[in-house]
């Protein structure tokens, strides 16, 4: 009886240790996804600045364009 006692105290262990690791390596994955995330945002957002004003421009020269033929149609 004492042995069965002593197999499920090790298997208790051991599944205990398995799930230990295994939200020790989520966090850390976690971590690395976090710092590429960042990474990959200061990389990217110069050009995303670029690109809202050059947008910004466009859109501002678009606005002062006329339609021909729209002073005859009040």
Same mark, same amino acid.
């Given at each position: ?26 966090? +850390? ?5 976090? +710092?590429?995330? @960042? ?13 809202? +004003? ?6 501002? @020269? ?8 729209? @002073?005859? +149609?009040?």
């Amino acid at each position: 009886m004492n042995v069965w006692i002593l197999c499920w105290f090790v298997i208790a262990v051991l599944s205990t240790l398995v799930v230990i690791v295994c939200a020790v390596a989520l966090v +850390r994955h976690i971590l690395l996804l976090g +710092r590429t995330a @960042k990474q990959a945002q200061d990389e990217i957002q110069p050009i995303v600045d670029d690109i809202a +004003r050059q947008g910004r421009e466009a859109s501002a @020269k678009t606005a002062s364009f006329q339609v021909p033929g729209s @002073k005859n +149609r009040s």
